[in-house]
């Protein structure tokens, strides 16, 4: 396989203090293109409102695949690099990008911005095209729901 090939795997995990765009509540869903997220409320009869949004550098996870090709890591856990935040992200705090048996990951817990409240809880997953066993498909839905 080519180099660099494999598969972008974002999660969104939950939102935290969203902000209330409905009488008393929200309908909220995410909407992720590469590196950027955006939270929406679900309206019936009017335009969703726009509840914010949020940005991830994926340079760090670019890093740490190369650090993982050099340190020749194949199995186990191990810590690759710290992120920290920054004004090229929108990160509350450090995170840590990790690889685990083939898979390099960043949990990120990320501010929303443009918005008075809200955060989101989100895992990024790089798996290299070797240890991804999918073929590629399109997704039904572009938008993923909050919990």
Not at 4 to 31: E, H, M, Q, W
Not at 110 to 137: C, H, M, P, Y
Request: charged share 30%; with cysteine; hydrophobic share 45%.
């Amino acid at each position: 396989m080519e180099e660099g090939c494999g598969l972008l795997k974002v999660v969104v995990a939950r939102g935290r203090n969203l902000a209330v765009r409905d009488f008393t509540s929200s309908d909220p869903y995410v909407i992720v293109r590469v590196a950027h997220m955006e939270v929406f409320d679900w309206d019936r009869f009017k335009y969703d409102d726009k509840m914010g949004h949020a940005f991830l550098d994926l340079q760090p996870v670019a890093a740490a695949t190369k650090l993982r090709r050099a340190l020749r890591l194949t199995a186990g856990e191990t810590k690759l690099r710290k992120v920290v935040p920054d004004a090229d992200n929108c990160l509350l705090s450090d995170s840590f990008v990790m690889y685990n048996d083939g898979e390099i990951s960043l949990d990120a817990r990320l501010r929303l911005r443009d918005v008075e409240s809200g955060e989101l809880f989100v895992t990024v997953k790089w798996i290299e095209a070797d240890n991804a066993k999918v073929t590629l498909t399109y997704p039904q839905h572009d938008v993923a729901p909050i919990n």
